[in-house]
């Protein structure tokens, strides 16, 4: 049978993907994709959650999750073309200007 | 009687604050008339009470207010007139108005006159708390206030400046001034101390609890309060080796030196032992222990007024040995004997301090004797008061210290401490010597001072008022016999024991054949003029005198410069590099790690997701390992 | 006037609030008045407050925060209410007596905010009450010093305002976590002092508490060795600055102790007592000797502030109501002695510019009444009898000799190097010739300086010849303190060491 | 037993979509994969008996989501290969790695507190959308207009972001024409 702990493993191991991919990309959209996986893996935890406690409230998080991921999309894309606009790449080792 | 109690110890306030009033403005002689008419009627209120006393024999006890009360302590300022204090008061009174009257002619050429009256009354109001107090506290009181103002007076003239101490041995006022302060703090400490103990074995401060709970106390507790007060006393009364300041403090107005330095203020540690009688007498290691150390002063101090040149710190050094000679009678138990010799000491010091300031004054302030010399035509009166002074001091028969020396003498012999005796003896002779050689170098002879210098006798009014100590320095010591049943009232009585009252011919022939020795050898050597002996003046002993025994070249070397060195060092070098540099350090070490943790944004956001994931990771780690650890 | 204690601190408040709009010309007159009348408020605070009462007097509680039992709370006792007095005296003086005419109107809107939070602190009953108003006098201080001080201004103020808040921070820990353990023991949240003490807390629990509240008031104190911001801080800071941190700020730290450390931790008080006198005899000579090599008149007295400071932690850990009122006492000697001192040194220094001793000389000739004031301020200083100096440090000095005579003596030897410094200082300053060509022309105080430090001066002498109306209500309640710490202590060593005063052993 | 094999088949070929995702230089690639592995997710989330979510999940990711992105490639050039230098690739497979079996391990532990009280229980007999509907409507009414409003302002934003200076070429360089101008100068 397969309990909450197999979700939450196969949650878990897709979010360690995500991760990489967050840690190895440097293209910018590349990097958005990353995210997506991250957040693709925490909806599946919730919604496993809430199914093994009977309980909406995961899946309500799962929702709004959703819409922040669009939100963060919408203006996350609208960003990146101003960027290339500007700059002409999306690669991250070149924009370094905030050096400390 | 109550009021009179009041009068006797505010008239003095009063004048000092009036005074004060005047204190910036030029001189007004009418302020030295009111401030010696003031205490004119302190001491009148003073005898008044001394009659009452003596008649009645009852010591009035008056409580002003409270003072400080905390936990369980209460303060009074409550004031005791029995007869020590009427003694003191009457004594302190006395000389005081005859001080305040000669300052009026002494200073009447400085610019600070008004100033001087007013530290001068405030002098004799402290004095006046401190011998009618009631409770330890209250003495301290007296005790800090004589201090402070000794401090104003021998700095009186601050504007001075400081000197090489080869040029003059104090310095400078200010620097004399000062010393004596601090000196006075550290008897200051002792006594503190002292009271401390009283207070936690007693619980209470007011003299006739503390002596009727004494019996209860065990010995070394009574030890510690009797040393602890004693070290106050050693300070207030200049005894080794908290000496240095009295002759330092000569630079003070020559009147403030007859009036503190001489006649009240420094007996005040003799005044202290004598009050706190019932605790020395119990105490007979730390009474001897005072008594050795007065004998030692007296020698000490007169072995370096032998070879002094200068007029003011002979009286002082000998003022110094006559203290001895009080801590001496009064460490062996004869209290009142002390207190007499205290009396009897403050009219003949008082009126040859006086004396030497005539001289002073006629000379334009020169003080070296050796620049004097046939000074008794143009001042014979000064002449004949300070031959009575001197003869007083010398203990030559008839005259007051005859009668207080000699009796301390024979207690030293009578207590069967033959070695303090002999001292004594020997100390009899060399204060005969000194204070001849004094009268003789200024008032015989050759003149030797410079030509522009024109003696003159001192105003007439001052004259006049120097009677009394003249007149008190010759008879003070025929009420000898009176005086004892009135003070043993409350001293202990002390009588010479049968044995020695058979020896006492030989024993007062003993200290005469050292007194008129003494004053034959200073006539031989100095009534003719001063020959000068350079391979005596060479001499190591000599120099090792005129010095002063070096000592207070070894208090500058190994406690004055030790001391602001060791004050610099700690301020620079631990203060700023160890302690603040530490603070700094923190803030430093934090400042450059910043600096450092730079390095750490490259701008890169893949370098910082880097970083977060390296947090991220750890967080869920020791998650993970508290997870397994719960 | 139920909530005067609330006008009290607010009032001042309110007052800068306005000062906003008042006109520049007028700032000082307006500052001045509101001072005075707050101090006339403190006065009559004084005057309504039962003396024979040792509690808490004109509570007044609103609560905040009730689920955690945060509340505003406060008010005074014996203990608090003459350091409110002093500060709001002091405030005023120090407004009287101010040279400053640079953004003369900032400077009187900072006092004025700077006065209500003295007041906060000392009226607080509730931790929480207690750490914000702790907290927020750091900020006008902070701004006074770094915006009218001396060249290193900047330095010295940032010094002076990370150095405390750290060990505030300490303190903030620790209260947080005596509510914590307040609440296990309870079930209930309370951050107000007197539930607090009614708390009786296991000695390593204590311990613990009692080292995180040291840290946030010995800094403030400042103890040794925490104690270098201050003399940064005095140097650099304006004359008002100085003298409100001497005067008041510094008791905040050996008020904290009265207040928090002695009754909440009894058993912990008493067995820190060495360590604390140890550190507070370093203190004392250390500093005074520090005080000795100075060039600089207000470094002197910067370091001559530790020195006495060290003498007010000593009577407090004395443990009986001698030395602890006694060095309630002296905190109100200090802030009004070394308060005027400073004033003075801001005298001078507004005439010629500069502080060194070096500089001066002969003063005394020049400018007597300036030397007369100068001389009674010292006499207080090194605690001369029938001065307000003396009380105080006899007290402390007495109180701790119960505890250990060795020490008291080691202790009792500031009134030998007090006396030093000081003198030395005098001498430097005020005797000998007038050397400097430029101190020939100096004016004596004028009416301004006259005015300001005059009522010093009486209640130096005053408080020093008549202290009762002051002590005995500060008496009262401090023997009301150590029967409550004596009952509340659990070890038999802390019960020995605090000594109820017989007058009080039977009663409360 | 559908389930199970779902469930493991799901999980494989989403483990694998989102390597490649991850992995890919190509942006197509990755897209679609990335594409590919959110209709998995919703599977997910129909096994779970999440069907409303499961159908938001297709409609708002896959659909609106994923459209947005492709959209947005059209301003970048997906043709060419994406050059990354990785700088340090140990250190990303050890944190991923790391990350992995820790939390592989702690949710593979039991779970001890099984007294957990639900907050928004589901009905027995109601359907999943209806269940959802009732507890969106009332309990998160306000968080959902919030989140409906930023969504709008998400819109909005992008919207100026993107639009800005249309008429400019993204992939052409535009300095480009004035370096060929250069070039032929110097010749």
Known sequence: MIGLSHYLIVSALIFSIGLIGVLRRRNLLMLFFATEVMLNAVNIAFAAISHYYNDLTGQMFAFFIIAIAASEVAVGLGLLIVLYKKYGTLNLDDFASMKG | ?630 | MDNILSILVFFPAIAGLLGFVVDKESARAYGITVAAIEFLLSLWLWFSFDTANAGMQFVEMIPLIPSFGISYYIGVDGISLFIILMATLMTLIGMVGMSTTKNIKNMIITLLFLEMTMVGVFVALDAIIFYLFWELSLVPMLYIIGAWGGPLRIYASVKFFLYTFTGSLIMLVGMLFMAYIYHNTTGIWSFAITDWYALVLPVNYQLWLFVAFFFGFAIKVPMFPFHTWLPYAHGQAPTIGSVILAAVLLKMGTYGFVRFSLPMFPDASVMMITPIAVLAIIMIIYTAMVAYAQKDIKQVIAYSSVSHMGIIMLGIFAMNAEGISGSIFQMLSHGIVSGALFMLVGVIYDRRHTKLMSEFGGLASVMPKYAVIFGIMLMASVGLPLTIGFVGEFLVLLGFYQVSPIMTILAGTSIIIGAIYMLAVYKKSFFGPVTNEANKTLKDLDAKETWSLVPLVLIVIWLGIYPKPVLEPIDNSVKAMLVFMDKKAITQEAKDMIRVSKSTEGGI | MYEIVAFYLFSVLAIGLFLVTVMSKNVLYAMTSLAAGMVLISGFFFLLGADFLGVVQLVAYVGAIMALYSFAMMFFDATRDIKEKNTNPALVFLLGGLSAVVLVMMFAAPIHSDAIQALYPMHEGVGNAQDVGMVLFTKYLIPFEVAALMLLVAMIAGIILAGKKMDQSLTEDIGADDEILKQKDEK
Request: some cysteine; overall charge neutral; charged content about 10%.
């Open chain 2, 1 to 630: 009687m109550e009021n009179l109690v009041y009068i006797a110890l505010f008239a003095p306030f009063v004048g000092s604050m009036f005074a004060a009033l005047f204190g910036m403005s030029p001189k007004q002689t009418f302020v030295g008339i009111i401030a010696s008419s003031l205490l004119f009627i302190s001491f009148a209120a003073s005898a008044v009470l001394a009659f009452h006393v003596y008649t009645t024999g009852t010591a009035i006890h008056v409580t002003m207010m409270e003072w400080i009360s905390a936990g369980d302590l209460m303060i009074p300022f409550g004031f005791l007139v029995d007869q020590v204090s009427v003694t003191m008061m009457t004594v302190v009174t006395l000389v005081s108005t005859v001080v305040h009257i000669y300052s009026i002619g002494y200073m009447d050429h400085d610019k600070s006159f008004n100033r001087f009256f007013s530290y001068l009354s405030a002098f004799v109001f402290s004095m006046m708390i401190l011998v009618m107090s009631d409770n330890f506290a209250g003495l301290f009181i007296g005790w800090e206030g004589v201090g402070v103002c000794s401090w104003l007076l021998i700095g009186f003239w601050y504007h001075k400046e400081d000197v090489a101490r080869e040029k003059n041995p104090s310095i400078s006022p200010s620097w004399a001034a000062n010393e004596a302060f601090i000196v006075n703090r550290i008897a200051g400490l002792g006594m503190l101390i002292g009271i401390f103990i009283i207070y936690w074995n007693v619980g209470s401060l007011q003299y006739d609890v503390v002596f009727a709970d004494l019996p209860n106390l065990s010995s070394s507790v009574l030890n510690a309060a009797a040393l602890a007060l004693f070290i106050g006393a050693m300070g207030k009364s200049a005894q080794f080796p908290l000496h240095t300041w009295l002759t330092d403090a000569m630079e003070g107005p020559t009147p403030v030196s007859a009036l503190i330095h001489a006649a009240t203020m420094v007996t005040a540690g003799v005044f202290l032992i004598i009050r706190a009688n019932p605790i020395f007498s119990m105490t007979p290691e730390v009474s001897f222990f005072i008594a050795a150390l007065g004998t030692f002063v007296a020698f000490f101090a007169a072995s370096m007024a032998l070879v002094n040149r200068d007029l003011k710190r002979i009286i002082a050094f000998s003022t110094l040995s006559q203290l001895g000679y009080m801590f001496a009678a009064a460490g062996l138990g004869a209290y009142w004997i002390a207190l007499f010799h205290l009396a009897a000491h403050a009219f003949f010091k008082a009126l040859l301090f006086l004396g030497a300031g005539n001289v002073m004054h006629a000379m334009d302030d020169e003080l070296d004797i050796f620049k004097m010399g046939g000074l008794k035509k143009a001042m014979n009166w000064t002449y004949i008061y300070m031959g009575v002074a001197s003869l007083a001091l010398a203990g030559i028969p008839i005259f007051a210290g005859f009668f207080s020396k000699d009796a301390i003498i024979e207690t030293a012999f009578n207590e069967g401490t033959y070695v303090l005796w002999a001292i004594l003896v020997l100390t009899a002779g060399m204060t005969a010597f000194y204070s001849f050689r004094q009268v003789f170098l200024t008032f015989h002879g050759a003149k030797r001072y410079k030509d522009e210098i024109h003696p003159h006798e001192m105003y007439k009014f001052v004259l006049i008022a120097m009677a009394p100590l003249a007149i008190l320095a010759v008879i003070a010591g025929f009420f000898m016999g009176g005086f004892q049943t009135f003070v043993t009232k409350l001293l202990p009585n002390y009588e010479m024991s049968h044995h020695t009252h058979e020896l006492i011919v030989v024993l007062t022939a003993v200290v005469l054949v050292f007194a008129v020795g003494g004053i034959w050898l200073a006539y031989k050597k100095y009534a003719n003029g001063l020959k000068r002996d350079e391979k005596l003046e060479n001499s190591f002993l000599y120099k090792l005198l005129a010095n002063q025994y070096y000592i207070p070249q070894f208090y500058e070397e190994f406690i004055t410069k030790p001391y602001a060195m060791i004050s610099e060092k700690m301020w620079k070098d631990i203060d700023m590099k160890i302690v603040d540099a530490t603070v700094d350090g923190i803030a430093k070490f934090l400042y450059k790690s910043g600096d450092k943790a730079r390095a750490m944004q490259t701008g890169n956001l893949s370098n910082y997701l880097n970083w977060m994931a390296v947090g991220g990771v750890l967080l869920l780690i020791v998650a993970a390992i508290s997870a397994m650890l719960a």
